[in-house]
C-alpha cells in the first residue's frame, strides 16, 4: 500500500508563491509518475502537473511558466512550486502517484489566492 501525505496549503495574496510538498511512503515502485491536479468549487479536477521517474515534466497551460513541479527520488518527495498566484488558482491541491495498475492519491490541501 502507497500513502501520500500533502502539506504547504494555505491562504495567499494574488502575485504570491507557494510551496506544495508531497511525501510518498509504502511499496513504491522506482517507476512511476507523480504529479498534482486541483479541484476548484464547482468545477471538475483538473491535471496541473505531472513528473516521471527519470524526470520528464508536463504542466497545464493555465500554469505554465508560473508553476514548477520536482521530485527527490531520494526522499520519495515531490513538490510544486506556485509563483505568480492567481484567484483562479484557488483549489484543492492533490498529489498523485501513478504506476502500472495503480493510482493513489493524497487527501488534498487547500489553497486560496486572496487579497
Known amino acids: 500500500q502507497v500513502q501520500l501525505v500533502e502539506s504547504g496549503g494555505g491562504l495567499v495574496q494574488p502575485g504570491g508563491s507557494l510551496r506544495l510538498s508531497c511525501v510518498a511512503s509504502g511499496s513504491i515502485s522506482s517507476i512511476n509518475v507523480m504529479g498534482w491536479n486541483r479541484q476548484a468549487p464547482g468545477k471538475q479536477r483538473e491535471l496541473v502537473a505531472t513528473?516521471?521517474?527519470?524526470?520528464?515534466?508536463n504542466y497545464a497551460d493555465s500554469v505554465k511558466g508560473r508553476f514548477t513541479i520536482s521530485r527527490d527520488n531520494a526522499k520519495n518527495t515531490f513538490y510544486l512550486q506556485m509563483n505568480s498566484l492567481k484567484p483562479e488558482d484557488t483549489a484543492v491541491y492533490y498529489c498523485?502517484?501513478?504506476?502500472?495498475?495503480?493510482?493513489?492519491w493524497g487527501q488534498g490541501t487547500q489553497v486560496t489566492v486572496s487579497s
Open positions: 513528473c516521471t521517474s527519470s524526470g520528464t515534466t
Open positions: 498523485g502517484l501513478f504506476t502500472t495498475g495503480s493510482n493513489y
